[in-house]
């Protein structure tokens, strides 16, 4: 079984930045591919951005592009979400998921994840 903890939420002004953690706690050494997620009130769960499992690949939403970076040291399983120039429609739960082990690709959809975290709030106001 994987945990996965995120960190970093809050609220922000147009514009600003946050970044955000999320750390997998597993019993074994396996490196996963792992992405952020983020679901909007009343809206379906859609991909942010998406690392393969050593972090040399990265894919990223048509939205976000130019503006959030994500990183993942491949020999640890922790991913980071990098959020400058934020909208307010960026304004989101974000939530971070894990692959099984034995995918190692860069995947976006939310059927391709095994392992999600509770979520952490980003609001950004106007």
């Known amino acids: 079984q994987v945990q996965l903890v995120e960190s970093g939420g809050g609220e922000v ?14 019993r074994t050494s396996d490196t996963y591919s792992m992405g952020w997620f983020r679901q909007a009130p009343g809206k379906e769960r859609d991909i942010v ?24 040291d491949g ?26 082990p034995l995918h190692r690709g860069t995947y976006t959809t939310v059927h391709d994840y095994d392992y999600w975290g509770q979520g952490t709030q980003v609001t950004v106001s106007s």
């Not at 970044?19 to 997998?24: E, G, K």
């Not at 020999?75 to 099984?100: F, G, I």
Request: with cysteine; charged share 15%.
């Open 13 to 26: 002004q147009a514009g600003g930045s946050l970044r955000l953690s999320c750390a997998a706690a597993s």
């Open 49 to 72: 951005a998406a690392v393969n499992w050593n972090g040399e690949n990265a894919l990223y939403a048509e939205s976000v592009e130019g503006r959030f970076t994500i990183s993942k």
């Open 75 to 100: 020999a640890k399983n922790t991913v980071h979400l990098q959020m400058n120039s934020l909208k307010p429609e960026d304004t989101a739960v974000y939530y971070c998921a894990a692959r099984n």
